[in-house]
């Protein structure tokens, strides 16, 4: 097998020691301030700010450098109401059936149920299919790697880059998604992972009073 592998020089930026724990420190002060918001105002996000986030969630690390995502960007006010139809009848049969009483509890103090206006309200839904299969020009097919976890580092990337930017998100994942295929035409071979709701948060917005864990109880130093 034939190498196609040619190296370039790393661009990377070397800090004093005492200059990364300021950026570390910075980052995080920054990050922990970003919530799930549930209620948007009907403001617009400027189409730039999203596109360059959307650049930045494509410089995620990912297998064979497959690039395995999509991101549909919806601002089209009926393609949002049937998206929040559709995710409704999905939300309304898990909370009325398919939850355990443990889920349902477990969900209890974040005041959320089946009714998802934030859907029509915000002002883009990013809709991030995961793609199981590239192809090329001609038509071949090709297998992709580490789906899952390449998407996932970019949905990060993409939810930390608009918070960045000063835009409110929230993830949403009803189950089953498939609809999304259809109402967004996307084809059958590609798996909607998430809809990441993005736009300006009400004037009023509330959120839920929550903790996060400390650093001992999420991280092991040996």
């Known amino acids: 097998m034939t190498s196609n592998y040619q190296p370039i ?4 930026q070397e800090y004093d020691p005492e200059v990364m724990q ?11 301030k970003r919530r799930s918001v549930r209620d948007f105002s009907g403001r617009k996000v400027p189409s730039g700010v999203i596109e360059n986030a959307l650049l930045a969630a494509g410089t995620a690390p990912n297998g064979a450098n ?5 991101f549909v960007v919806v601002e089209n006010a009926e393609l949002k109401s049937r998206i929040r139809q559709a995710a409704e ?22 005041g959320t ?21 590239s192809y090329d020009a001609d ?7 580490y789906t899952s976890e390449s998407v996932g580092i970019a949905t990060g990337f993409l939810i930390g880059a ?25 084809p059958s071979d590609e798996r909607a992972y998430m809809i990441l709701v ?3 948060p009400e004037q009023d917005c509330m959120v839920p009073a929550i903790t996060k864990k400390p650093l001992d109880e999420i991280a092991t130093f040996y």
């Not at 300021?22 to 922990?32: N, T, V, W």
């Not at 939300?91 to 509890?105: G, I, M």
């Not at 998802?116 to 991030?128: D, N, T």
């Open 89 to 110: 009848a999905e939300e309304r049969e898990f909370y009325q059936q398919r939850a355990s009483e443990e889920w349902l509890d477990a969900l209890a103090p974040l």
């Open 66 to 70: 497959m690039q395995p995502w999509h």
């Open 139 to 145: 038509g071949s097919k090709h297998k992709n790697y």
């Open 198 to 200: 993005a736009g300006y």
């Open 22 to 32: 300021r950026r570390a420190l910075e980052y995080y002060q920054s990050i922990k």
């Open 162 to 186: 608009l918070h960045h930017a000063g835009v409110a998100t929230l993830t949403h994942t009803p189950s089953p998604m498939k609809f999304l295929n259809e109402v967004l035409n996307r």
């Open 9 to 12: 020089p790393l661009d990377y």
């Open 113 to 133: 149920d089946a009714e998802k206006p934030f859907l029509e309200q915000a002002s883009h839904l990013i809709v991030i299919f995961l793609k199981k299969f």
